[in-house]
């Protein structure tokens, strides 16, 4: 990749990516350890003509993303744990809606208050299941910094493809630790918008699907008006209680995702010839696990790895291809066994899982998942 | 010749969900004739609102709209102004979506002095829910959660926001129409936060319970029980004793949020 070379923080990574993607706005709410984001969106964004604003809590911030991705802004918020469960009642309305922007958590520790310096990977089913209600959930998890930089773009095409809300999920260590990244030239990364409607404004219908299971959204102001509400509606956008047409659109939302996964899910899979053990790990955990991987190689245990970019919808078959492969799954993750129960659900006994687990504000560190890794071999 | 109500209105959209006597229609023509008073263009006005009987309103009307969350219309209405500042902003909230659940963002977008307009239909009750009491519910009075009388006390919804901030604030009663559609006029002209506090009436949920007569009864209690700010100025605090104050109680110029963030938005262009 060719480009500019600079030395990021992880949360730096995430608002430059946004402005590569084309993010003009962003609402907040201070919350640490994700304040980086807000800090110098709030210097960049008037730069380019775009806005900044610090709302006055974070159900207010996650409220103004959407108001403005309405207006056919590019829109992203930025939170951490206690921040992403009061964005949570409009994350649903973003749902339903289909209005596209894109939602960063970088995890700390909890619940309630937790721990504000601690990394964390505790919001894991809160990504998938925190807002009430059926509803597609896309979670991205990057690594490094270089990858939030570049899943942050990613984000916010696969959002105004698909007209749904995407979460990048990082914590407090890739948040804050520092990289030397590049950052691509303009184009050379592919920019998504939204679909827009190109029929004539008295003909357009808000949530018709007859040419595609994503329609067409028109900015307001654009000379197309159209009613947006949270209430389940049927394709012209207004309200409506009929089984007959709500069900059928419960079942859209969820296959915007499921009919997308080529455009969706991406992982990584090392496998090692002879392995009998697997490490499935996703953010900073997956940088300790390669670091025990390679350990473990030296001292003559191959070993698999796989790591999710993508942990939602979640990487059902890989997972099932490394169970075939090996006996044992271990699965390192910063909380108390979120991960681990998806990992044991896809599977079906087909290999047996234990898990690594911290949730005392340190990393899981290399020597963790090795000594995991020499137990179960 | 009468209003022609149908060029704002959306075809197929009524019956509205209101109940039989409910004041909140007259609040709706109110800001109907405003908008026309004052030559909005449909294309370039977005009508926001939360949940509620009142919230229900932008779903009857032709303009861009949108029906958010519980309390949060003023939260997505400063991500829709600041993203067009061009647009035509207007919130339509209760009293229980705007003042309780949504509290915080109309204090805050009073002290922001953002150009939105925000009318508050005032019925002193959460009426969609089966008239619990809400923040304007007056002390003492029945609501299905207060039945042995209400024991909190009441927002001055005008007090409240100037004491946050508002730079046009005025409150106006379905009995009487024509100065509430000239105080939603001079709100939506008005470059700032407006906030107009919309007296009217839910006979079903609040004045049932409370015995205060029949709808019209109810529309007519304003006429007897509310003062002019001019005419009050000649009456003695016994007279006033109980009456409510309408008209306009603050009209200032103070600079607007969008504006100066796009002073911002030079400076930092270099400009």
Redesign the interface.
Known sequence: MSGKEVFYQGNEACAEGALYAGC??F?GYPITPSTEVAELLS?RL??V?G?F?Q???E???M???????????K?LTATSGPGMSLKL??LG?ACITEVPCVILNVMRGGPSTGLPTGPSQSDVMQAKWGTHGDHPAIVLTPASVQEIFNETVRAFNISERLRTPVILLTDEIIGHMREKIVIPEKGELEIWDRPRPDCPPEEYLPYDTSKGIVPPMAD????Y???????NHDASG??TNKPSLVEPEEERLMAKVTENLDMIEKYEYFQKDGAKVGVMAFGSSARSAKAAIKQAQEEGIPVDLLRPVTLWPYPEGPTIEMAGRVDTIVVPEMNLGQMINEVQRCIEGRAKVVGVNRVDGDPITPENILQKIREVV | MAFNYDQYMRPGKLPHIWCPGCAHGTVMKAIIRAIDRVGLEKDRTVIVSGIGCASRMPGYVDFNTLHTTHGRSLAFATGVKMADPSLNVICVAGDGDSLAIGGNHFIHACRRNIDITMIVFNNNIYGMTGGQFSPTTPHGRLASTTPYGNPDYAFDVAELSMGAGATYVSRGTVYHAVPLERQIADGITHNGFSVIDALCTCPTTYGRRNKLGSPIDMILWFKDNTVGIKAAQKLSPEEMEGKILTGVFRNDIKPEYCEEYQKIVEMAQGG
């Open positions: 003009r706005f609402g210097r008037p730069k003509g806005a604003i709302m006055e809590d159900i207010a911030a409220a103004s993303i959407i108001g403005a991705s309405l207006v056919g802004k829109s009642e409009n309305f307001f102001g654009s000379g008006r159209f009613h947006v509400t949270g209430l207004f309200p």
